[in-house]
C-alpha cells in the first residue's frame, strides 16, 4: 500500500468530512420504506442485520466520497425487460391532485386518493441468496471496455466508433461526465470559479459548445434527446442537445430521477414529507405521491418507487410507468437501488444496512426482482459504484476503487464466471485546487 505523507493525510481527512456530510445528507433525502414487508422477510433481515459486518465502514465511505460531488452527482441520476409477472394498480402508492403549471413555492394541500388493486403483485425477498458469486481484484487491464466510457477528459464512444477529449480550461477541473445524447454530444459539469457549471461539448472535435447556469444533471429520456438538470436556485428544467431550455418545473426544489415519455418523475427536495411529483411536459400538470421515486429507466418504462408509510423494513416498488404505475414486483430487505442497468434488464444496488461499507453490489433481474449476481470486492478491499452499469455482452462493468485511491473499471459476468480488469487502476488526483479528485474513470450507460 502506498504512504500518504502527513499533509496529504490531513487535507484528504479535512475533505473527506466535508463531503461525507454532504453524501449522507443526499443519502437521507432519499430514505424511504414501507410496511408491506412479510413476517418472515422481517425476521430474516433482523438476523442478517446482527450478522452483519461493519467494522471498516467508516473508512469505506470516505475514500468514496474524496470523489465527490460526483458521487453526489451520482444519487441524483439514474440510468433500465422482458414480460414481468402480473400487475397490479398501485394500492398504496397515492397521488394527491394535480397542480397549475404556474410556478409557486408552496406545497400544495393533499387530497389524498387511492387507486383500489387488481392483480396482486408478488412481494419478494430483496436478500435472497443470489445465483452467483464473483470476486473481483485488481491488476493489468486484460482489454478495453466493450462499453461507453470516459477516461479522464477523454471519451470514448463505442457505439459510434469515436473518441473526443473534452476542452476544460486550464483554471477550470473536469467534473462528472453524465452521458452522451443521440447526436453525440456529451453532457458533464465542470467546476470554474468555485461553481460546478453544466456544460455541452462537440461530440467529435471535443469542443465546448453550450454552459448553462450552475447546476447538476439528474438524467435522460429514452431517446437521448433531453435531459434534465437543476440549477443552483434547485428549479428544475428539461434541455435538449444544443443547451436550449425546452421545459422549467412549475416550481422549485424538484429533483428528478427520470424521464419516461413525456413524464418526469421527481422528488421534492424540500419537503421532510417524502413527497414525489409526476411533472407532465406535454401539459406542464404535476402530481404528487405519498413517498419518493427512485431510479428510473426511460427505455425499459420502470421506476424505483418507496412509499411514505414506514416500518421495520424497509420495501421498494418497481412501477410500470406504460401501465398506469402498475406495481410489477415488491422488493423488501436491506437491499436499496442505486441504478437500472443500461439496458433496463436489471436492477443493482447495495446493502442500507446503517454503516454498511460498499463492497458489495448486488445484481436483481428487473423482471421479477431475482437475484443473480453478488459483486463481492471484500477479499480484495474494493469498493464498488453501482450508479452508472452497463450490462452489454452478458456481464456488467462497474467503476471501482482500492484502499490506495486508485480507480479502474471491472467488468463481471453475469453467469458468476469470473471479472476482467478492463480500466487500468489508476490513482486519484488529490492535490487539485478545489481539493476534490476529478474521476478517473466513469461508465456511460
Not at 400487475?87 to 413555492?105: Q, V
Not at 467529435?204 to 450552475?214: C, I, K, Q
Not at 404505475?325 to 444496488?349: E, I, K, Q
Request: proline share 6%; glycine share 10%; net charge negative.
Amino acid at each position: 500500500m502506498t504512504e500518504r505523507s502527513p499533509d496529504q493525510q490531513g487535507g484528504r481527512d479535512e475533505v473527506e468530512r466535508r463531503l461525507a456530510e454532504t453524501l449522507h445528507g443526499q443519502l437521507d433525502g432519499l430514505n424511504a420504506s414501507s410496511d408491506l414487508t412479510a413476517p418472515a422477510i422481517k425476521r430474516s433481515r433482523r438476523l442478517r442485520r446482527n450478522r452483519a459486518r461493519l467494522a471498516g465502514a467508516a473508512s469505506a465511505v470516505a475514500a468514496l466520497v474524496v470523489a465527490a460531488p460526483f458521487v453526489v452527482n451520482g444519487l441524483r441520476e439514474s440510468g433500465l425487460t422482458g414480460p414481468g409477472p402480473a400487475r397490479s394498480t398501485i394500492a398504496a402508492l397515492s397521488s394527491s391532485g394535480t397542480t397549475t403549471p404556474a410556478p409557486s413555492t408552496t406545497t400544495p394541500a393533499p387530497s389524498t386518493t387511492s387507486v383500489p388493486p387488481t392483480t396482486p403483485a408478488p412481494t419478494v425477498d430483496a436478500d435472497a441468496a443470489p445465483l452467483a458469486t464473483v470476486r473481483p481484484s485488481f491488476g493489468a487491464a486484460a482489454r478495453s471496455p466493450a462499453v461507453s466510457y470516459a477516461h479522464g477528459t477523454t471519451v470514448h464512444d463505442v457505439l459510434r466508433d469515436h473518441q473526443a477529449t473534452l476542452e476544460v480550461p486550464a483554471d477550470s477541473q473536469i467534473g462528472a461526465v453524465n452521458g452522451l445524447f443521440a447526436d453525440g454530444s456529451v453532457l458533464g459539469t465542470v467546476l470554474s470559479d468555485g461553481d460546478w457549471a453544466v456544460v455541452i461539448w462537440d461530440g467529435v472535435t471535443g469542443a465546448e459548445r453550450t454552459r448553462l447556469s450552475t447546476g447538476t444533471v439528474l438524467a435522460f429520456d429514452s431517446d437521448r434527446t433531453r435531459a434534465a438538470y437543476s440549477d443552483s436556485s434547485e428549479r428544475l428544467h428539461v434541455i435538449d442537445s444544443t443547451g436550449d431550455v425546452v421545459a422549467t418545473a412549475p416550481r422549485a426544489g424538484l429533483l428528478a430521477s427520470g424521464i419516461i415519455g413525456d413524464v418526469v418523475f421527481a422528488n421534492d427536495i424540500r419537503s421532510e414529507q417524502r413527497q414525489g411529483y409526476t411533472w407532465n411536459l406535454a401539459t406542464g400538470a404535476l402530481k404528487r405521491f405519498d413517498g419518493r421515486f427512485g431510479p428510473a429507466h426511460s427505455g425499459a418504462g420502470l421506476v424505483v418507487f418507496r412509499p411514505t408509510d414506514a416500518g421495520d423494513d424497509a420495501c421498494f416498488r418497481i412501477l410500470d410507468a406504460t401501465a398506469q404505475l402498475a406495481v410489477r414486483w415488491t422488493g423488501c430487505g436491506d437491499f436499496s437501488p442505486d441504478a437500472f442497468s443500461s439496458s433496463g434488464g436489471f436492477l443493482v444496488g447495495g446493502l442500507r444496512i446503517d454503516g454498511g461499507a460498499p463492497y458489495d453490489l448486488w445484481v436483481m433481474r428487473s423482471s421479477d426482482g431475482k437475484r443473480v449476481l453478488r459483486v463481492d470486492g471484500n477479499p480484495s478491499g474494493l469498493m464498488l459504484n453501482g450508479r452508472a452499469v452497463s450490462d452489454r455482452d452478458e456481464s456488467i462493468t462497474v467503476v471501482a476503487q482500492n484502499a490506495d485511491l486508485e480507480e479502474g473499471l471491472v467488468e463481471c459476468a453475469l453467469d458468476g464466471s469470473g471479472c476482467t480488469v478492463v480500466g487500468a487502476p489508476e490513482p486519484l488526483d488529490t492535490k487539485t485546487a478545489s481539493g476534490v479528485s476529478s474521476p478517473v474513470w466513469q461508465i456511460l450507460p
